[in-house]
């Protein structure tokens, strides 16, 4: 039920911004969190926003450069200042509440992949 787009290939210091767009109901209901996987590694949580937009948070390695924010049936992912450790497979997800680290969620995007040249 969650669709994404927004991945593709950026130079370092460049910027994006992913998408995720509920196929039913309304992101106003549920609580978002962003995960990535780069080859080889652990799925990583990047952030999390409650389900009324009003409060955040994020992973150490993205704090300051990336951005969630959510609308009726979106939910979107702003990176900047992009660095190739940054390259990776990334996901949205959905929760009725939960915005943390944890595998706690009941929805999964496909994953959209973002690839960051040095």
């Known amino acids: 039920q969650l669709v994404e787009s927004g991945g593709g290939l950026v130079q370092a210091g460049g910027s994006l911004r992913l998408s995720c767009r509920a196929s039913?109901?309304?992101?106003?209901?549920?609580?978002m969190g962003w995960f990535r996987q780069a080859p080889g590694k652990d799925r990583e949580f990047v952030g999390g926003?409650?389900?009324?937009?009003?409060e955040s948070h994020y992973a150490d390695s993205v704090k300051g450069r990336f951005t969630s924010s959510s609308a009726r049936n979106t939910a979107d992912l702003q990176m900047s200042s992009l660095k190739p450790e940054d390259t990776a497979v990334y996901y949205c997800a959905a929760s009725g509440g939960y915005y943390g680290p944890k595998n706690l969620y009941n929805y999964w995007g496909q994953g959209t992949q973002v690839t960051v040249s040095s």
């Open positions: 926003i409650s389900w009324t937009g009003d």
């Open positions: 039913e109901g309304s992101f106003r209901r549920y609580a």
